[in-house]
């Protein structure tokens, strides 16, 4: 991939996967909910009856949507492993996959090469980040894949909803904790990697990356976890279940992003509060 290059690339590749059909992009109304100072997005949608059945039907045939990808979906090659797409069925503009060129499973340890993907795509433009380890911390393909969505988070004006609390995070050595934050999550700081090629700012990351892993669980068998990363910090957060009820949560709802289906599923979320919704899914934090 040329330096510079994928924006342009993700705009072109969108209007024209949206003049041929390809690109679904699935209408939402944002509502916000406010919780010690995060003002979380709630994207409620009307129309997800088209990727359900589109899973459905995958899932049946046991077809990948990455081998063979759909062309008109293509984006960019940026590496020798690692190509990128745009999401088929996207709720927010301009969502990328980082996707191996071969298979590898989803709930296998990020590798080297998967961070070098992942920082050489983020240098291109102000994003996160986000990667679910499997079926109960979000992910919908078995075959590995980072994704990106551009900051500001769903068009608004914060950078991502979490950023009000960031800030507060406490280190004990190289990792941290958000004090507002009920559920269990490892924090790291990445600024000082902005001007690291992608090769030694994989190598600096992974190894943050892998001290949380062990922090959580065995590192050779981890458990489910979502995975976001900024230009500025590192979030790791253990999963215990997908769903609040009927509310699915993705890596992005840690971001402070959370979709919700219809009114019913907005006033349970706005009844539970976003972060009641998140320790339900995640692990409970100790004390």
């Known amino acids: 991939m040329k330096?510079?290059?994928?924006?342009?690339?993700?705009l072109d590749t969108t209007r024209t996967a949206i003049g041929g059909g390809a690109l679904e992009r699935i209408p939402t109304r944002v509502e916000f909910v406010e919780e010690v100072g995060i003002r979380f997005q709630v994207h409620l949608v009307q129309q997800l009856d088209r990727k359900r059945r589109a899973r459905i039907a995958q899932r049946h045939t046991g077809a990948n949507p990455f081998l063979p990808y759909e062309?008109?979906?293509?984006?960019s090659d940026v590496s020798d492993t690692h190509l990128c797409l745009l999401n088929k069925f996207n709720v927010m503009d301009h969502h990328l996959l980082i996707v191996t060129r071969e298979f590898e499973e989803q709930?296998?340890?990020?590798?080297?090469?998967?961070?070098?993907?992942?920082w050489t795509c983020l240098r291109e433009f102000n994003s996160l980040a986000f990667y679910n380890s499997c079926e109960i911390a979000g992910a919908s393909q078995p075959h590995k894949h980072l994704q990106q969505v551009p900051l500001p988070l769903g068009g608004c004006s914060?950078?991502?909803?979490?950023?009000a609390v960031v800030a507060q995070a406490s280190f004990?050595?190289?990792l941290g904790t958000v004090p507002p934050f009920p559920f269990a999550h490892s924090i790291a700081r990445t600024e000082h990697l902005r001007s690291a090629t992608p090769s030694d700012a994989a190598r600096a990351t992974r190894a943050a990356y892998l001290d949380m892993v062990r922090g959580w669980g065995?590192?050779?068998?981890?458990?489910?976890?979502?995975?976001?990363?900024t230009?500025?910090?590192?979030?790791?957060?253990?999963?215990?279940?997908?769903?609040?009820?009927p509310i699915s949560v993705n890596a992005l709802g840690f971001a402070g992003s959370l979709l919700a289906r219809d009114e019913g599923?907005?006033?349970l979320i706005r009844d539970r509060g976003p972060l009641g919704i998140l320790e339900d899914v995640g692990v409970r934090r100790a004390g």
Not at 3 to 10: D, E, K, N, V
Not at 158 to 163: G, H, K, L, R, T
């Open 231 to 245: 230009r500025e910090w590192m979030l790791f957060v253990p999963r215990s279940i997908e769903k609040h009820g």
């Open 158 to 163: 914060e950078q991502a909803p979490v950023e």
């Open 218 to 229: 065995d590192p050779e068998r981890p458990d489910p976890y979502n995975l976001l990363v």
């Open 107 to 118: 709930e296998s340890l990020l590798t080297e090469a998967d961070f070098e993907a992942m």
């Open 71 to 75: 062309e008109a979906l293509f984006v």
């Open 172 to 174: 004990d050595g190289s």
């Open 265 to 267: 599923e907005l006033a």
């Open 3 to 10: 330096i510079g290059s994928l924006w342009q690339a993700i």
